[in-house]
């Protein structure tokens, strides 16, 4: 495994956090409400993304640079695992096990995140609802952790609401489900908290306030280890 540069704790620093696979920036606005320095990689340009970006091959980029980071978030692209991909006989690269072994050589704490369909390549994975953080949208979510760093699972409510059919307009008393071809962008940009994106960037996301709560959770960590040592 290739050792991790030591990163010197400056007071008033904020650590810094790679964000790969970024898209649109869903998870680093939530890394960056946590206080995060945020820098994300993508292979295809983002001009919407709002942090430092560099376009690149992410699973390249951080066997090259993950150990220059404190944290590491990746959410390898989940169309291999989607429904609707499956629905569509569209091929899609399973990226989850490379990604993973491509983390494991940093020597950093690490998140990566994907949909119920990759549940059996995932392992121990905490699961976050959108009722969890006060959102009117489900959207399950599954998050492995490793390289040191743990998440308590939280309370999962029943599903009292009824939700929206997939990419249908959304009825009165439901929640969106905003997958697809979706109507109603707008709407969507408010209840996941991310009034920069367009359709595009809403169906591939996760709510910044997952990320930030993963985000705080990992600032605890950081800090603990930080006395330890």
Request: glycine fraction near 10%.
């Amino acid at each position: 495994m290739t050792q991790p540069t030591a990163i010197r704790r400056v007071r008033g620093r904020r650590p810094r956090l790679l964000d790969l696979f970024c898209c649109q920036g869903g998870a680093s606005k939530g890394y960056d409400d946590a206080g995060f320095d945020v820098t994300g990689v993508d292979i295809a340009p983002q001009p919407r993304y709002p942090y430092a970006f560099v376009q690149a091959d992410a699973i390249a980029y951080v066997l090259a640079h993950g150990a220059e980071f404190d944290f590491i978030h990746a959410s390898p692209p989940c169309q291999h695992d989607s429904e609707c991909q499956r629905l569509q006989s569209n091929v899609h690269p399973d990226l989850i096990a490379p990604t993973r072994a491509a983390l494991e050589t940093t020597g950093r704490p690490w998140v990566i995140e994907n949909v119920r369909g990759a549940l059996p390549k995932l392992r121990d994975p905490v699961m976050l609802c959108g009722p969890m953080f006060h959102l009117a949208t489900y959207r399950h979510r599954f998050f492995e952790t490793g390289g040191g760093f743990t998440l308590p699972q939280p309370g999962h409510a029943e599903h009292r609401v009824p939700q929206a059919k997939m990419g249908r307009p959304i009825p009165p008393g439901h929640y969106g489900q905003f997958v697809g071809n979706f109507s109603g962008v707008d709407h969507a940009r408010h209840v996941m908290g991310v009034p920069w994106m367009n359709r595009d960037g809403i169906r591939e996301c996760i709510p910044p306030a997952y990320a930030r709560w993963i985000g705080t959770h990992a600032r605890y960590s950081l800090r603990a280890k930080a006395v330890a040592a």
